[in-house]
């Protein structure tokens, strides 16, 4: 009979299929239909096109990438001619320094963030205070800490050592001629006087050309992101159901994924592919400095609403509807006070100090902070402290062993950057 032949035939196809199955329970890992849809989120191919900068018309062009690269590297544009992006974002360390806090022409007071995926978040610093990448390049240029210079100055060093590839992508540098040496409306006290008595126009055109720069230094960043890591191999095997890819987790390392996403309820706030919600959260991580508590986002949300060159501004070019997340801003949250951007947690063991101030030396100190839960120094802590049940908190609880598991986990996490620019010169 044809059919029971063909049905014989289906069965010896499916055979190996089936046996596959079998032989893949040999190490079960049992995630339930709800973990592997969790799973599945945060496979790092699940992220998508990277969302666009309407703020921004040249983020996706690639001679502004290769500009943006060049002022990257380029220490000229600091005050002291020794500092550049990349002396905190250093491209070997995952574009960050692995200090406390950053050092440039004196110690910042914040930890060097990565700078793989930025472009995916809304806001950018621990507390948000900018609203894109290409607005957050300008404040380290004349952030007394880090470059230490200011806006004129920088015009100038644009047009001396970068016309030509800027006018490619901007069209003429404005006139420069008659402008003082240092002027900027955030400098020292003769700086911002220098600024004021230049004329409307001058001022207009130099904002511009600021501007401009940050826009290329945003398409140079938009290139950088996180690689795959042994995680995603791994839920890609969970899913195909191969046995062999499971391997590339450890049983104690699957063990910290399933308490992760668990009962250690970190995916409420590291969720994803890039392991964060990018919102706000006051986890309660005692200030650096003891008694000077850092208010985070609640300080931060007047500064983006006031900042010249946030979405709204005149220097950016997106329509005010595409501006929703600076519109819609919640100003008067009280969640917002000492709370910080979650990170992502891509690549974390390969860059510790953690936290927001460096307070964290290790993963395992970190893992100790989330079972202490300690009260906030400023807001309140969203942890319950020391993990005892408590109305509205998230309370954490774990055994040494436990923990030891998460942090083997989050050591499955590293895939390196990958440079989306080919060729990368000298520092
Ligand atoms: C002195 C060290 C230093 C220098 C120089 C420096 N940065 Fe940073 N960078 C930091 C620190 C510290 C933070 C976090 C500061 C904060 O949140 O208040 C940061 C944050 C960032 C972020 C935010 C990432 C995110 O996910 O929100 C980006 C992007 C960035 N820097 C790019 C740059 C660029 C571009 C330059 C050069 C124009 C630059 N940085 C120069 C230390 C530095
Ligand atoms: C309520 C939201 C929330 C929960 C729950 C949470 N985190 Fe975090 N996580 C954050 C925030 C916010 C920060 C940054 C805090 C700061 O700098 O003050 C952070 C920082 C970290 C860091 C440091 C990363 C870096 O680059 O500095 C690690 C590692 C981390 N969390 C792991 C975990 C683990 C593991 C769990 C579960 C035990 C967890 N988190 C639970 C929000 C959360």
Redesign the pocket.
């Known amino acids: 009979m044809p059919g029971r032949r063909w049905a014989w035939i289906v069965l010896a196809a499916l055979l190996p299929v089936l046996a596959g199955f079998g032989w893949s329970r040999g190490r079960d890992d049992g995630w339930s239909a709800a973990e592997l849809a969790v799973l599945a989120g945060m496979r790092l191919d699940r992220l998508g096109a990277l969302p666009p900068d309407p703020g921004n018309a040249v983020a996706d062009r690639p001679e502004a990438a290769r500009l943006g690269r060049a002022l990257f590297f380029d220490a000229r544009l600091s005050r002291d001619g020794r500092v550049s992006c990349a002396s905190c974002h250093d491209p070997g360390r995952q574009f960050q320094d692995g200090r406390p806090v950053g050092r440039g022409i004196a110690d910042g007071a914040r ?1 060097t963030m990565p700078i793989a995926d930025a472009a995916r978040s809304p806001w950018l610093f ?1 507390d948000g205070r900018k609203d894109s990448l290409w607005s957050q390049a300008l404040g380290p240029l004349e952030d007394g800490a880090e470059h230490g210079s200011n806006r004129t100055r920088i015009a100038r060093q644009l047009h001396a050592h970068h016309r030509a590839p800027y006018e490619q992508v901007f069209g003429a540098f404005p006139p420069l001629a008659g402008l003082p040496d240092d002027a900027s409306p955030v400098g020292t006290p003769e700086q911002r006087q220098a600024w004021e008595r230049m004329s409307e126009a001058q001022r207009d055109a130099v904002n511009r050309v600021f501007a401009n720069l940050g826009k290329a230094v945003a398409a140079y960043e938009r290139t950088l992101a996180s690689g795959p890591s042994r995680f995603d191999g791994y839920v890609r095997a969970v899913e195909s159901g191969d046995a062999a890819g499971r391997q590339l987790l450890t049983p104690d390392e699957v063990r910290g994924l399933r308490l ?1 996403i668990g009962k ?3 995916a ?3 969720n994803g592919p890039l392991f964060s919600d990018q919102h ?4 309660g ?1 005692p200030p650096r400095l003891p008694g000077q508590p850092d208010r ?1 986002r609640a300080a931060a949300i007047a500064r983006v609403q006031a900042d010249e060159f946030n979405c709204l501004g005149r220097y950016s070019d997106a329509d005010a509807a595409a501006c929703g997340e600076l519109r819609f801003v919640a100003a008067d949250d009280p969640g917002m006070e000492g ?5 992502g ?1 891509r690549n ?1 063991a390969l ?1 510790p100090p ?4 460096g307070q ?1 030396k290790t ?1 395992d100190e ?2 100790a902070h ?1 079972r202490r839960s300690p009260p906030a120094a400023a807001g309140t802590s ?2 319950a402290p020391g993990g005892k049940p408590s109305a509205g908190r ?1 309370a ?1 609880r ?1 055994d040494d062993e436990e923990s030891r598991q ?1 942090v083997a986990f ?1 050591r499955s996490l590293s895939g390196g950057v990958d440079e989306g620019l080919p060729g990368r010169p000298a520092p």
């Open positions: 930890r621990w992760f250690a309820q970190c409420t706030c590291h706000f959260h006051n986890t991580v985070g709370a910080f951007r979650t990170p947690l974390v860059r953690y936290m927001h101030g964290l993963l970190v893992l989330y969203e942890l998230l954490i774990l998460i989050l």
